[in-house]
């Protein structure tokens, strides 16, 4: 009688990835690592509590958005949540509520260095999860009030931090970056491949 032997999937043995995000940039960042993931969308209060300190607040978010979405995922699924935001003496810079709120921030980074913190947490399924930040500084142009109301009817600041994105349009308003540029658009790329590593999970730059 002949053996049944089957094929060895390395694939199979892999935990699933879920990206508790619905950021489509940061999605396209988790892509480029060559990952294979879902999407689920988290549902959290974004609102920074009463003093709170930027990084802290970010922190905060991210583990937030881990936990939200890992009663939804299988139990040994490798949860990524990330949360961005830009901050400048101390102020947290988050979406603009509309053309005046994008005015009053592009203004307050106008030639000047700010700071950009993206948090991402971490776990496997329900445990508790693991953070870290990010900080990139960037630095400015000197925006003109004709400039600022042009980017904005260029429709990208709506859905970004600090009412700019470095990756499109925004990149135009920027002088100077020191750190990571991933981070600025929202996901960190050597430390998320580290981090999905250290879970088993290979990216393209993982060894053959």
């Known amino acids: 009688m002949g053996i049944l032997t089957t094929g060895h ?12 995000s619905s950021s489509p940039r940061r999605a396209a960042l988790l892509r480029t690592l060559g990952v294979e993931f879902s999407i689920v969308t988290p549902d959290v209060d974004e609102r920074p509590l009463q003093q709170e ?8 978010l991210a583990r937030n958005k ?7 995922v299988p139990p040994e699924a490798v949860i990524i949540a990330a949360d961005t935001c830009v901050t400048r003496n101390g102020a947290i810079y988050g979406k603009p509520l509309d053309l005046d709120d994008a005015r009053t921030m592009l203004k307050a980074l106008s030639g000047a260095w700010h700071e950009v913190h993206t948090a991402i947490a971490t776990c496997i399924g329900t445990q508790a ?24 009817a260029s429709g990208e600041p709506a859905d970004k931090a600090g009412a ?7 990149g135009a308003l920027v002088r100077r970056i020191e750190g990571s540029y991933s981070a600025v658009v929202g ?22």
Not at 9 to 20: N, Q
Not at 66 to 72: I, K, P
Not at 187 to 208: D, F, K, N, Q, Y
Request: net charge neutral.
């Open 66 to 72: 881990a936990l939200n979405v890992s009663g939804t």
């Open 187 to 208: 996901l960190p790329l050597a430390e998320t491949a580290s981090i999905l590593s250290r879970h088993g999970v290979p990216t393209t730059l993982s060894p053959s």
């Open 9 to 20: 999937d390395p694939a199979a043995a892999r935990p699933p990835v879920c990206l508790a």
């Open 53 to 60: 300190q930027p990084e802290s607040y970010v922190l905060r």
């Open 164 to 170: 700019y994105g470095i990756q499109g349009l925004g």
């Open 129 to 152: 999860p693991k953070g870290l930040l990010v900080t990139t500084r960037v630095q400015f142009a000197v925006l003109s009030d004709s400039v600022i109301d042009a980017y904005w």
